[in-house]
């Protein structure tokens, strides 16, 4: 087998061991060291190669954006395990009930406040599925309607600060997390007025699949219903800017407010007399499980990017993704595409970890801000669980619903706002600003901008920061120079993965 075969045949082996249903974990660091086993046979990649695992792995334990990953989902499932959302479903359900689709709004906005406080989809989910799935059925809402509003809501927690998706795509694109967030803000809430829009256009065509709710369900009015949603409403906000407004104030790092969110939401629990010891531990177990299973896959994603870096794999990527017609057009839509196709079959720890590092570098050498590109890809993963029939969030919400929510009806209800999400990737691509008019940095974000400044680059391009592994972005400085073997190519890759270069 020759170098030029060995990155193709890697990624094809790496794709079949996801396919047949092979832990991600394991299936990157298989593959890797197969494939290093394979290339060290053949003379093609040298043994002291692996030697830079070590430094890999020691950097994953001691990045600091990755803390914030625990503290989030700590906060996440507190809250969500202390009523907030019942409370809040209940009093927004209130206030919107008279009108007609009232419940339908009220669950667009609390997934949108549960997002901002919360960010794990799986909480949101479950807890508007639990609480409002039964109420919007009992006044008479179709079911396709109240599933997919609940599961698309719940979603929200994918794109709206202080998202995990968000946290893994700032870290694997080497880029700010509070940049992230900031340029998430606002398509996360055009998201939410898009979902509204949509449920206003089929309370006009069909009103009788959102019904407004009966004055006898309307218990609480006037003052009453003024102090409910002030008691109910004030606490999250306060949590929000806690955590938000400290990150986008520049006052604390994303880790900091996710610790300090994490202590508010014990406050809060301890306000609402809803913590006890067995919260705590069911709290404690699940974080504890979602962070294993973060550092597992990313030192997995290591071992797999040592060997697909010294079989040239970076050179591969970047030929095939530069060479594509339409510049920087044609690379996004493909990307966007690809994105979208894998999302059917990996949630979005496993398109991150293993695709985006692979895109970074070519996003950057074809001028593209990487926040605007982060962004673009966190609103298309955000359909990694709407996606019938693989989607995360259609399993929550089917493990909740009443027995008389059939699949079908929840993957029917799905599909509109999966088409909103696209129609929303498609926006943002054509409309830049979107994101970068929130970021603290000028971003050079437009495609037309980037074919521009390709053009006035001629052969010059930026180096390309994916974790801790430096990829040459360039063809004249990711290939060997004339004369150079395999093993001094491996070489000068050693350098760089443990730092010997620097």
Same mark, same amino acid.
């Given at each position: 087998m020759n170098l030029e075969m060995m990155a193709p045949v890697m990624f094809g082996s790496l794709i079949l061991f996801l396919l047949i249903g092979y832990p991600v974990a394991f299936a990157l660091g298989a593959v890797g060291l197969l494939f290093s086993w394979i290339g060290i046979h053949f003379d093609l990649l040298r043994p002291e190669l692996l030697q830079a695992l070590p430094r890999q792995v020691f950097d994953i334990m001691k990045n600091d954006t990755l803390l914030a990953i625990p503290f989030f989902t700590f906060m996440g499932l507190i809250l969500e395990r202390s009523g907030m959302a019942e409370d809040m479903l209940d009093t927004i359900g209130q206030l919107f009930g008279r009108i007609r689709g009232g419940l339908a709004f009220a669950v667009i906005f609390v997934g949108a406040l549960l997002a901002a406080t919360t960010g794990v989809v799986a909480a949101s989910v479950i807890s508007m599925g639990l609480i409002s799935l039964p109420i919007m059925l009992r006044y008479g809402y179709d079911k396709r309607i109240a599933t997919g509003v609940i599961a698309a809501s719940g979603t929200l927690a994918q794109i709206i600060p202080p998202s995990l998706v968000l946290i893994v795509l700032a870290d694997q694109l080497g880029t700010s997390v509070g940049d992230m967030y900031a340029g998430a803000m606002a398509p996360g809430l055009l998201l939410c007025l898009f979902y509204a829009v949509f449920i206003f256009a089929v309370t006009m065509v069909r009103p009788h699949w959102a019904p407004a709710l009966p004055a006898e369900a309307r218990t609480l009015h006037g003052l009453a219903l003024a102090s409910r949603a002030l008691f109910v409403m004030v606490p999250? !906000? *306060? !949590?929000? @800017? *806690?955590? *938000?407004?400290? =990150?986008f104030l520049g006052i604390a790092t994303p880790t900091e407010g996710g610790a300090m969110g994490a202590v508010g939401a014990l406050i809060l629990a301890l306000l609402n007399r809803r913590l006890s010891v067995s919260l705590l531990k069911q709290a404690m177990d699940s974080t504890l499980k979602l962070s294993t299973f973060v550092v597992f896959i990313l030192i997995g994603a290591r071992v797999f990017r040592i060997a697909f870096l010294g079989v040239d794999g970076d050179r591969w990527v970047e030929h095939l993704l530069t060479s594509l017609p339409g510049g920087p057009t044609g690379f996004l839509i493909v990307v966007n595409l690809l994105v979208f196709f894998l999302a059917f079959f990996l949630d979005f720890f496993e398109?991150? @970890?293993?695709l985006v590092p692979l895109l970074a570098p070519v996003?950057?050498? !074809?001028?593209?801000? *990487? =926040?605007? @590109?982060g962004v673009i890809l966190g609103v298309n993963m955000q359909t990694s669980f709407m996606h019938p029939p693989f989607g995360f969030a259609l399993f929550y919400l089917k493990s909740v619903a009443p027995k008389e929510i059939k699949t079908t009806d929840i993957y029917w209800g799905a599909i509109p706002y999966v088409v909103i999400q696209l129609l929303m990737v498609g926006l943002i691509i054509a409309m830049p600003a979107l994101v970068t008019s929130f970021v603290g940095h000028e971003a050079l974000t437009s495609a037309s901008e980037a074919e521009a400044t390709m053009q006035q680059m001629g052969d010059t391009t930026s180096p390309a920061s994916a974790g801790a592994i430096e990829i040459p972005s360039s063809p004249e400085e990711s290939s060997a120079p004339a004369g150079e073997t395999a093993s001094d190519s491996s070489a000068e890759l050693l350098k760089q993965l443990t730092g010997e270069g620097k």
């Open positions: 999250p !906000l *306060l !949590l929000i @800017f *806690l955590v *938000l407004g400290t =990150i398109i991150a @970890f293993i996003a950057q050498k !074809l001028g593209i801000d *990487l =926040i605007w @590109f």
